[in-house]
C-alpha cells in the first residue's frame, strides 16, 4: 500500500473554536488545512506551507503546542484527487494542535484549494468531515484535546 506523507493543521483559536476550510471543489465539503510533504521538508515545515498556502495565515502568527501520532486513511475508489494522479492508496498524517495569535493575521478571500472558512468546534468539525477521514479526526483531536469525540 501506498500511502502519501501528510500534515494537518487543526488552529485553534482563543475561544477554543478551530478553522474549519470548505472544500472549492466539492461543495459541502469541510476538512483542515492539510498537505503532502515534501522531500526534505520536516512535518512541521510542511503544515505551516500548506496553512500559509490554503488559508494565507503567515506563521508567525501560529504557534506549534503537539503534534499526533500517525494515522491513516485510504482513498475511496470513487474519489478521484487531483493531485494524487493515481500514485497513492490514501494519506498517512500527523496533525498539528496550533494556536493562533488574538490579533494581526488575515485570512486569504481566495485560495485555490478552498471557497470559505468557519471557527467551529471540534465536535461540529468531526460531524462535517467526509467519511473516509472521520476516524482519522477523532483519533487525532482525541489524543491532541483529550477528550472523547466518537458520534
Not at 1 to 14: K, P, T
Amino acid at each position: 500500500m501506498n500511502l502519501r506523507q501528510n500534515a494537518a493543521a487543526i488552529i485553534e483559536n482563543s475561544d477554543g473554536l478551530i478553522l474549519a476550510c470548505e472544500r472549492r471543489n466539492i461543495k459541502g465539503a469541510w476538512q483542515l488545512p492539510q498537505g503532502g510533504i515534501d522531500e526534505g521538508e520536516s512535518a512541521e515545515e510542511a503544515v505551516l506551507r500548506e496553512v500559509r498556502e490554503e488559508t494565507g495565515i503567515d506563521s508567525r502568527f501560529l504557534k506549534i503546542v503537539a503534534k499526533s501520532s500517525k494515522v491513516s486513511y485510504l482513498f475511496p475508489r470513487t474519489v478521484n484527487w487531483k493531485s494524487n494522479k493515481g500514485k497513492y492508496d490514501g494519506q498517512e498524517q500527523v496533525y498539528f494542535r496550533i494556536k493562533i495569535a488574538d490579533s494581526g493575521w488575515k485570512l486569504a478571500e481566495n485560495t485555490e484549494e478552498f471557497v470559505s472558512f468557519e471557527w467551529i468546534t471540534k465536535k461540529e468539525m468531526i460531524k462535517r468531515i467526509v467519511s473516509f477521514k472521520k476516524e482519522c479526526y477523532i483519533k487525532a483531536f482525541s489524543e491532541l484535546f483529550g477528550e472523547n469525540y466518537e458520534d
